[in-house]
């Protein structure tokens, strides 16, 4: 996409820019835009002759925003607890487990991310105390995972926080909430995540 080709993309980018250099140093980065980048990236597909895949576009773009923006909360959240969202989920599994322990391999099937991540995280937790690894006591080629009393207390903490100011408080209605979900629960199936 050119964003240079439309003059009134160059205008309102110029004008904001100025507005904001002039507010001073209490300006968000990405605030007062004045108008939706996506919005204007769809009518520029159109305007490209690119109709038939505008929508898609704008609803795949939008998506990897709202997950930037989703993410940062987390992550902003996650920090003074010294734990990484990918951390905390391999923490909330052990958390939830009947034994607070799992295979490495059932971790990484479970949160479904590449084995060489969850040897990461788990490197990681071990490191700060909050699980241990061993021999799987029925296979000795595979390694378990065990949350340690101080990986409890912190998964603990760490909900409580994320509940708090996060799950609580996504910055949409219930029934966008529900809709929301129903419409990613779809698209997660139809592509075969579950």
């Known amino acids: ?62 998506l990897m925003r709202a997950h930037q923006i989703v993410l940062a909360r987390v992550e902003a959240t996650l920090r003074p607890l010294g734990v990484t969202f990918a951390r905390y989920e391999v923490l909330m599994l052990l958390w939830f487990s009947r034994r607070g322990s799992l295979p490495m391999k059932v971790i990484g099937s479970r949160l479904q991310v590449h084995p060489t991540s969850v040897t990461n995280a788990v490197d990681r937790l071990e490191d700060a105390g909050l699980v241990t690894r061993s021999t799987h006591p029925e296979d000795r080629r595979a390694m378990l995972v065990a949350l340690t009393p101080a990986g409890r207390e912190l998964a603990e903490r760490a909900t409580t926080a994320l509940n708090t100011e996060v799950f609580e408080q996504p910055d949409l209605g219930a029934a966008d909430v529900r809709s929301l979900v129903d419409v990613l629960t779809r698209l997660r199936r139809d592509a075969g995540d579950f």
């Open 1 to 62: 996409m050119d964003v240079n080709a439309s003059a009134s993309y160059d205008d309102a980018m110029s004008a904001q820019t100025n507005a904001a250099g002039s507010a001073g140093a209490g300006v968000a980065a990405g605030s007062g835009l004045g108008f939706d980048p996506i919005a204007r990236a769809r009518e520029q597909w159109v305007e490209q002759g690119w109709g038939p895949a505008a929508d898609g576009m704008a609803a795949i773009t939008s």
